[in-house]
């Protein structure tokens, strides 16, 4: 698990560039800092910051193959490094180290660009082929680990695992980009390839690029896609126990301590589970809470289960001046602008991890949209499935109305409000109508049914500046939604498109970030591209795939995890929002009015000042959100600002 940085040029790296990739490598020390590697021809500079996991004292990049002119830095871990590693030795190859990195140039030497597809685990890595005198860069298949890129004025391809340390090369500007921003204030990221900035993009997860003198122009293709994954007729409660022990058996090889993020939900519980029986030393439990103990508290819960497996549980509490005196720290430690209010619980799990001396942590991302735990999606697919039978206006609006109205929440008065504001569901009823009766050549029903987008773009609207209000709307959104394949079923794209936006850009966005910015590895079982090729599989088989949702899992641990885990309802990983928020805006919002976003015209100032307001109760949390968003985004750009090299900067 590391950084790595570098930059090619057609003909001839000059010395700005070189200079430029030594930024670079400085910006990316939390990323790796452990050590620090660099290899330079003509053409080509490649940079590395290693955080040391595997082989700590024979592991430093770069990785030579057989010969010296194959090349190799790699960010993450190659799970399947001791299978490979003996796959090589029995063939002949002259394996200098024992990381697992290393199998990355041989590999490459014996099999070209088609070696990714003999990795299993989350890596981004740039390999450099002197012979051809050609770069190719290749992201794993989920975007476990980052790869982004950018132009430079003379022509110079620079890369790196960060946003942020392409800033501090000083050869990128920072342009937004208007239609990201409006995305990002819909969806609460950036979805790929796209980021904040105009100038940057990211490899898209399973993808490669090739760069040559011949070839100049970045043109990243895919070596893998989930839609792809073969149908399984198979027994799903067999094939998810086989595949979770499997990757349990593979994923805690280490060096170093490792540790588990514990929540009080099953899917943390079951990573817990896997790591205990498998790892070669010690696991330690980490978990969050609040002050006062709110029912999102879920310390008492993790404690049990730690108690269960017979393991120390850490606990770290925050409260909401915590996450003010923070919060600077915070959007520095997210590389991206990512508004997730639970964001501070992940990353005190990791700083705690940090300071008790573990490098790897455990997560339980991704279980959760493999497997139809989300209510939202089940109603997307529902919605999907009715639009095929193009419905006309009185069957869509009374499907709308029939899975929309309901009574109102009489025990919370700020419950009541926002139902009053909704018309007991109608306003709802009345989108699920507008959706339905989408033509069939519209994009799918995804995202909008998770968020009330109608009112967010209206929002969008009565704050933008002049550089955000060309690019706003509903319509830049739906675009952003992946394109459905011929004969896809909308199972399997439903899947597909969380795996690309909500699962990659804020589940494991946020536990690459938080980890690699506190020097550990976050490791997520759940995500192993043999599993989540099994689910997608299995998803057009069985017809109870979608309802209940985690049923097959949880057949699948019930000889591991204990009946009152297995029976506990979904609570979901959920801080005090509204407090929080509300802290932020009282300390914050007031900055909004004279900072970078409007000065980039992003928001009006008259938006901004909106923004400091405190929410009522009828703004049924939207305002509460936005509001966040852009303190987010204000904090990312001012951040971002302070990367740039300074005037005349070596």
């Not at 200079?19 to 660099?38: K, N, S, T």
């Not at 012979?131 to 790196?160: H, I, N």
């Not at 599989?537 to 979608?546: E, F, P, Q, Y």
Request: charged fraction near 25%.
């Amino acid at each position: 698990m590391c950084g790595i940085a570098g930059a090619f040029h057609p003909d001839c790296l000059s010395e700005s560039a070189i200079r430029a990739v030594r930024r670079m490598q400085g910006a990316l020390a939390r990323r790796g800092p452990d050590g620090e590697g660099w290899f330079q021809d003509r053409r080509v500079a490649l940079a590395h910051r290693r955080l040391s996991i595997i082989d700590l004292a024979g592991g430093a990049q770069p990785l030579f193959g057989e010969s010296d002119g194959t090349v190799a830095i790699v960010n993450g871990e190659i799970y399947n490094y001791v299978e490979l590693r003996q796959e090589l030795a029995a063939a002949g190859a002259g394996l200098r180290t024992r990381s697992d990195s290393e199998v990355v140039p041989f590999l490459y030497e014996r099999h070209g660009a088609d070696f990714v597809h003999r990795l299993r685990g989350a890596f981004a890595a740039a390999i450099w082929d002197a012979s051809r005198q050609q770069l190719l860069l290749v992201r794993d298949r989920l975007g476990e680990k980052p790869l982004a890129y950018a132009m430079g004025p003379d022509g110079t391809f620079y890369f790196a695992s960060e946003v942020g340390a392409l800033v501090a090369s000083g050869m990128v500007p920072l342009d937004p980009d208007p239609v990201a921003i409006n995305r990002y204030f819909h969806f609460r990221f950036v979805p790929e390839p796209a980021t904040p900035l105009a100038a940057v993009r990211k490899l898209p997860a399973g993808h490669q690029l090739l760069l040559s003198p011949e070839s100049t122009i970045p043109t990243p293709t895919a070596y893998w896609h989930v839609a792809r994954a073969p149908r399984l007729d198979r027994d799903p409660v067999e094939v998810i126990r086989e595949d979770l022990e499997d990757v349990g058996r593979i994923i805690v090889r280490s060096d170093v301590p490792v540790g588990v993020a514990l929540s009080g939900g099953l899917d943390s519980s079951i990573v817990a589970s896997l790591a205990v029986r498998h790892a070669s030393g010690p696991v330690k439990a980490f978990s969050v809470g609040y002050s006062g103990r709110p029912s999102c508290d879920e310390r008492a819960d993790a404690a049990a289960f730690a108690r269960h497996l017979g393991i120390e549980c850490i606990e770290v509490e925050l409260d909401a001046s915590d996450v003010v005196a923070g919060f600077d720290g915070l959007v520095a430690d997210m590389a991206e602008p990512i508004a997730d209010v639970a964001g501070s619980s992940y990353r005190a799990v990791m700083r705690a991890a940090s300071r008790e001396g573990i490098k790897v942590m455990f997560q339980g991302q991704g279980a959760d949209e493999l497997l139809w735990s989300y209510g939202w999606m089940r109603q997307a697919l529902r919605e999907n499935q009715l639009r095929d039978a193009r419905p006309d206006g009185m069957q869509a609006l009374a499907a709308g109305f029939r899975d929309r109205l309901r009574r109102p929440p009489l025990a919370s008065p700020r419950g009541l409000a926002q139902w009053l504001v909704q018309g007991g569901g109608v306003v709802d009823g009345l989108a699920q109508a507008a959706r339905l009766r989408r033509g069939p050549g519209a994009p799918g029903v995804f995202w909008d049914v998770a968020r009330p987008v109608e009112r967010i773009a209206e929002a969008i609207a009565g704050i933008a500046g002049t550089g955000l209000a060309p690019g706003a709307g509903i319509d830049g959104l739906l675009a952003a939604f992946p394109q459905r394949m011929d004969d896809e079923s909308w199972r399997r794209w439903l899947v597909r498109a969380i795996l690309a936006t909500y699962l990659l850009e804020n589940g494991i966005s946020q536990a690459d970030r938080y980890s690699m910015a506190t020097g550990v590895e976050a490791r997520l079982p759940f995500v192993d591209h043999v599993l989540v090729e099994h689910a997608v599989g299995l998803n057009d088989a069985r017809s109870d795939a979608v309802t209940p949702g985690k049923r097959w899992l949880r057949a699948a641990v019930a000889g591991d995890i204990p009946e009152w885990v297995l029976s506990r309802p979904k609570r979901g990983f959920s801080p005090p929002t509204r407090d929080w928020v509300a802290s932020l805006v009282r300390e914050r919002g007031s900055g909004l009015a004279s900072g970078v976003l409007v000065q980039a015209g992003l928001l009006s100032e008259q938006g901004a000042r909106s923004l400091a307001r405190p929410s009522g109760r009828f703004d049924r949390g939207l305002r509460d959100q936005v509001a966040y968003q852009a303190l987010v985004l204000e904090q990312w750009f001012r951040t971002m600002r302070a990367r740039l090299p300074a005037s005349g900067a070596p």
